[in-house]
C-alpha cells in the first residue's frame, strides 16, 4: 500500500515552453502532498506544500509563478514549470501524506531537461 | 529551526563490513527522525523512523538506528554490508514550526561497497 507514481518520469522540453509533472497516490488519499528538488548529487529541497482544495504554500526563494502547483484532488498534484529554462533542469520529486499522519511516501521523481 | 548534518558525503567499505553512516540533528522539540535510500534516478524509500518510544529502531534490510537524544545523533548501521546497499543514504527530521509532516533532509551520504 501506500504508493505514490509521477509522470512523465522523464521529458525533454525546449527552452521556453512549459511542461506538467504529475503526482498521483494511486491507494490512498493524499490530503497533502509535497514537492521537491533535487540537483545532481545534492540533496532534496521542498519547494512547497499542497492541501487539496487550497493553494499550495512556497518555500522561500521557489517563485510560485514559475512552479506552479495545483492538488485539485485526493489523489492527484500536478507541478507545472512555466518558461523553463536551463537551469530548471533537475529532478523533481514529490511525496504525499494520508490524513493527519506524518510519514511521507515518496514518487519516483521526474527527471526535467531543458534544452 | 531544524538542521540535519549527515558526516562524510561518501563513505566506503568492504562486502561484508560494518556500515556506520552518521547523523546528527538540530531541533527545539523532540524530533522524528528518518534514514532514507535512494537508488540512482529513483525516489525515496523509507529504511527506518524514530518517532517515540524505544531507541532503538529496526528497519528493512538489515539496518537499524539508534537515537542519543544526548548525542543529538541518529546514526544507520548495518552489520555486514552488500553490494546492494550501494547507493545514496539521507538521514531527514521533523518536527517544529514544520510540524511533523514537513521534513528537513541531510547532504546526503553516498556508501560504496566494494568487493
Known amino acids: 500500500g501506500a504508493v505514490v507514481s509521477q509522470h512523465p518520469s522523464w521529458v525533454i522540453c525546449k527552452s521556453g515552453t512549459s511542461v506538467k509533472i504529475e503526482c498521483r497516490s494511486l491507494d490512498f488519499q493524499a490530503t497533502t502532498m509535497f514537492w521537491y528538488r533535487q540537483f545532481p548529487k545534492q540533496s532534496l529541497m521542498l519547494m512547497a506544500t499542497s492541501n487539496e482544495g487550497s493553494k499550495a504554500t512556497y518555500e522561500q526563494g521557489v517563485e510560485k509563478d514559475k512552479f506552479l502547483i495545483n492538488h485539485a484532488s485526493l489523489t492527484l498534484s500536478t507541478l507545472t514549470v512555466t518558461s523553463a529554462h536551463p537551469e530548471d533542469s533537475s529532478f523533481y520529486i514529490c511525496s504525499a501524506t494520508q490524513g493527519a499522519r506524518y510519514e511521507q511516501y515518496f514518487g519516483p521523481g521526474t527527471r526535467l531537461t531543458v534544452t | 529551526a531544524q538542521s540535519v548534518t549527515q558526516l562524510g558525503s561518501h563513505v566506503s567499505v568492504s562486502e561484508g563490513a560494518l556500515v556506520l553512516l552518521r547523523c546528527n540533528y538540530s531541533s527545539s522539540v523532540p524530533p522524528y527522525l528518518f534514514w532514507y535510500v535512494q537508488y540512482p534516478n529513483q525516489g525515496l524509500q523509507l529504511l527506518l523512523k524514530?518517532?517515540?518510544?524505544?531507541?532503538l529502531v529496526k528497519g528493512i534490510n538489515g539496518f537499524e538506528a539508534e537515537f542519543k537524544k544526548s548525542e543529538t545523533s541518529f546514526h544507520l548501521t548495518k552489520p555486514s554490508a552488500h553490494m546492494s546497499d550501494a547507493a545514496e543514504y539521507f538521514c531527514?527530521?521533523?518536527?517544529?514550526?514544520?510540524?511533523?509532516?514537513?521534513?528537513?533532509f541531510g547532504a546526503g551520504t553516498r556508501l560504496a561497497v566494494h568487493p
Open positions: 531527514a527530521v521533523s518536527g517544529g514550526r514544520g510540524g511533523y509532516n514537513k521534513l528537513i
Open positions: 524514530y518517532t517515540t518510544g524505544a531507541t
